[in-house]
């Protein structure tokens, strides 16, 4: 895969790029990532990339000029022929808008856009861009969060991370990426052998522990160091379901579902209902 990011503070990106998963992705000939500085695209003395909106309005915007400019240069597809093979499940490319009226940013989307050839990242700066570059040049608006960032590129060293982890070959233990939070449950395969994991099927990711046993008085579950790969998957399995119920009760609405779960899951509820009664 390769990735163009464009931004007007390429420096920033030396520190997210060099480090993890995303170093290695790169240094394996998996991905090949280029940042792109917009303002050598601005040809003024200057060179200027942001403008006050028409209208009227506080803050700067950033003009379109530059960023059609720099994408121009890259030689991609033409925008209607991305969205077309996007409608069409053959996408091989994407631009992509970073800015906080975009679409959510998933674990999904994140394997959708890791079976791509190429994308670009366009990381939005100040009050945003001019909606030209929504309408015209970018064929996906995506945002981390509901919350409001000073630009795109944080936003856009997160959708590399994430990404670049889902690249075969990325993780030294392809299964770990099939095991996480989020991993939706139609890409969740059975671990074969006497493995003591569990997939998520779209739940958080369950308890860790690790050595020693007992630190400062807090001991490991004792399933965990029985040797019992059944229960051990079981009692995963339960945790995982609780810390969802929990934390993130939205996932569950699109997580694979026993009977056995949904019971759980009724059981859970009651007794948070009942020591809620009792705390009152």
Known sequence: MRADILTIFPGFFRGPLDHGITRR?????????????????????????????????EGMVLKPEPLFECLQSLGLAPREDRVNDGVAGRAKQSVILLSAQGQRFSQKIATELAALDRMVLICGRYEGVDERVADFLADRELSIGDYVLSGGEMAAAVVIEAIMRLLPGALGNEASARQESFTAPAEVKTVQGADSTCGSGGLLDYPHYTRPAEFRGMNVPEVLLSGNHEEIRRWRHQRALEKTLCNRPDLLEGAQLSDEDKKLIAAIRKHSAVRSESND
């Open 25 to 57: 992705a790169c240094e394996m000939g998996l991905a090949a990532i280029h940042v792109h500085d917009l303002r050598e695209f601005a040809h003024d003395k200057h060179r200027t990339v942001d403008d006050r909106p028409f209208g009227g309005g």
